[in-house]
């Protein structure tokens, strides 16, 4: 009866084959024919598959896949019949399945990522730097005037100095970047006063002794070794124009040694695409002092596994993020775990040294004791985009605190930077039209290159999903049609001037990568070209045949939009229901706009939307905010 259950699943698309095959091969490894088995087994697959990290056998209600109740043992017994076979097995042994103490069925693989990088991260947490007190506060002190206080990035930049592990959360305009080009600036500076002195100090020594020489001095003391990455070649070039831009504020001997070059998480690691390998390994690490890792909360289980382990010991490390973003689309949803739940509380011992870094007072203090990962933790809350009457920030906020009252006022009342249509049927289509024609005919009519780049970047068009009418598929071929219709883009070709593209996939030989943007135009001779922007903000171009895969790109999904800004954005809803839209979905396509954003949706789904929050399950939040510290 199972067998048949999990076929006709499988045909109705509900779960994959290859779950099935495994959840087939695990039983048949076992050796007993065992219904529980089979099921554990497809559905362990299938949860891996829907970005979660194990199965929860105690949560009925999480199980991908709408199975009859009756069907599904009780946890407890589930649990005996599984650790009953030899394919399952407590933390420790070496089968295809783990179950732990809390009922959560692993993978094995990915129990093994889960642990390692649990343990990775503790021991990260639990060390402390030896900073130079009055140099530090010095350096603070110019680099976070006290106009600014009280001063949440001043308050960040002073842990960085004080712990290898450092999670930086906050929501868009709050300042990573800008805290983190202060945070390198205060590095380096700290290092090579430390070099110096060394250096000083050994040129004394030798002078002391006889037959030997000076050394060179303090000149050429060489700098820290840092690495800046970001999970998408979008988002690496947007951390290095951040970075560029926050040097421009600091001053020049204190800026001189930051570094400015980023590179996508696949790239630093050295990622071989023929082999599904990377250079960088445990037993052969990268060389690096310091890791600087934007848009963390894209990053998936694996590569962060994959990440740590060819991390140095000795390397610091800081992740920026938005704990309300959506999670990687791959599994786990780990900078969300990273971060914990509520505001973070700091021990004593350490509210005590940032107050005397900064002289700050009314640290976030913790009255019990804490985990190690709380120190490493830290939360920027003003933002400095969305200032007080902003339709953008009071909506982004409403949605985040998962209150469809509040949303309800915000929609309810007059902001210049917030419209709210709430459209259907012809009347959405004749609508969205005109705002197609609004939105592009500047890109498609841009006197250059140069011109249509700057116009893409004022307007993009975000889908929550990509099939349907009002999917990116859909809305794309609505742009196409209107824009031909409209006399503004040439008519019957696949190939035109000013048409945008996004790559979907990485191309490492061509340096194009998954969300990459790119625009068709021609060049001094005449001919079609498919132009992109570099890091280095210099534009490249290919031939259209020589493209990876790609897409019109008009409107992209909100996925794609994950790591970029538009000055104008039109967010659009799907009238039927979706699985897809959340909460984390909804927030994170309204931060995408820096100034304008416009949502079209039915208020039913965006009713959902606010409601509904993206849970995804794993032991990673447990395995590092338990207190007693142990790898469960």
Not at 171 to 176: D, I, N, R, Y
């Amino acid at each position: 009866m199972m067998r048949t259950l999990l076929q006709q699943a499988c045909n109705q698309g509900e779960i994959r084959l290859l779950d099935l095959h495994l959840g087939l091969f695990l039983e048949q490894l076992s050796g007993v024919r065992s219904p529980e088995l089979l099921l554990a087994g497809t559905l362990a697959g299938t949860a891996v598959a829907g970005g979660h990290v194990c199965l929860p056998l105690d949560r009925p209600d999480a199980l991908p896949l709408q199975i009859d109740p009756a069907l599904i043992p009780a946890p407890e017994n589930w649990a005996d019949i599984l650790l009953s076979t030899p394919v399952v097995g407590r933390p420790g042994a070496t089968t295809p399945l783990i179950l732990d103490e809390q009922n959560r069925l692993y993978l094995y693989r990915y129990f093994r990522y889960e642990q390692q990088i649990a343990s990775d991260l503790r021991k990260r947490a639990a060390g402390t730097i030896d900073v130079d007190g009055p140099r530090a506060r010095q350096l603070l002190t110019d680099l976070f005037p006290a106009t600014q206080e009280p001063n949440d990035q001043k308050t960040a930049a002073a842990l960085a100095l004080v712990k290898p592990l450092l999670v930086i959360s906050g929501g868009p305009g709050t300042g990573k970047t800008h805290t983190v080009a202060r945070i390198l600036a205060l590095i380096q500076a700290l290092h090579q006063q430390k070099e110096n002195t060394k250096s000083t100090e050994n040129t004394k020594d030798r002078k002391n002794t006889k037959g030997t020489k000076g050394t060179k001095g303090t000149k050429g003391t060489e700098s820290l070794r840092i690495g800046l990455a970001a999970p998408t070649g979008k988002a690496a070039a947007r951390l290095e124009e951040s970075i560029r831009r926050a040097k421009a504020s600091i001053p020049p001997n204190l800026a001189e040694n930051i570094p400015e070059q980023a590179q996508t998480l696949h790239r630093l690691l050295g990622y071989h695409p023929d082999t599904n390998d990377f250079r960088y390994t445990k037993k052969n690490p990268l060389h690096l002092d310091l890791l600087v890792l934007d848009e963390a909360s894209m990053i998936d289980v694996v590569l962060m596994a994959h990440l740590l382990q060819a991390l140095p010991e000795t390397a610091q490390l800081i992740l920026l993020g938005d704990r309300n973003q959506l999670a990687s689309v791959e599994a786990g949803s780990l900078f969300s775990d990273l971060c914990g739940t509520g505001e973070p509380a700091w021990s004593p011992p350490l509210c005590a040294e940032l107050e005397t870094l900064t002289g700050a007072k009314n640290l976030p203090r913790s009255t019990t004791t804490v985990p190690a990962m709380a120190d490493s933790v830290v939360l920027l809350r003003t933002s400095y985009r969305f200032q007080t009457g902003s339709g953008i920030g009071s909506l982004a906020a409403a949605v985040n605190n998962g209150s469809m009252e509040e949303v309800d006022r915000v929609l309810s009342s007059v902001f210049p930077d917030l419209d709210v249509q709430f459209l259907g049927g012809h009347k959405r289509r004749q609508w969205l039209q005109e705002r197609i024609i609004q939105g592009f005919q500047d890109m498609v009519t841009a006197p250059s290159l140069e011109a249509a780049f700057a116009a893409m970047e004022q307007f993009r068009l975000l889908c929550a999903v990509r099939k349907g009418p009002w999917g990116v598929e859909g809305v794309n071929e609505l742009a196409e049609q209107t824009l031909h219709q409209a006399g503004l883009i040439a008519p019957d070709t696949e190939w035109y001037q000013g048409k945008p593209i996004i790559i979907r996939r990485n191309q490492y030989e061509m340096q194009l990568f998954n969300g990459d943007t790119g625009l068709l135009w021609q060049d001094k001779e005449g001919r079609l070209r498919a132009w992109f922007r570099r890091p280095d903000n210099r534009l490249h171009s290919f031939t259209p045949a020589r493209l990876p895969n790609h897409d019109t790109g008009y409107a992209i999904t909100i996925h794609k939009a994950q790591g970029s800004e538009f000055d104008q954005v039109l967010l659009l809803l799907p009238e039927e229901k979706s699985r897809i839209l959340g909460r984390e979905l909804l927030y994170t396509g309204i931060t995408r706009a820096r100034s304008r954003l416009t949502l079209c949706c039915d208020h039913a789904n965006l009713a959902v939307a606010v409601r509904e929050q993206t849970r995804r399950y794993s032991g990673l939040q447990d395995r590092l905010w338990n207190p007693a510290g142990t790898d469960r």
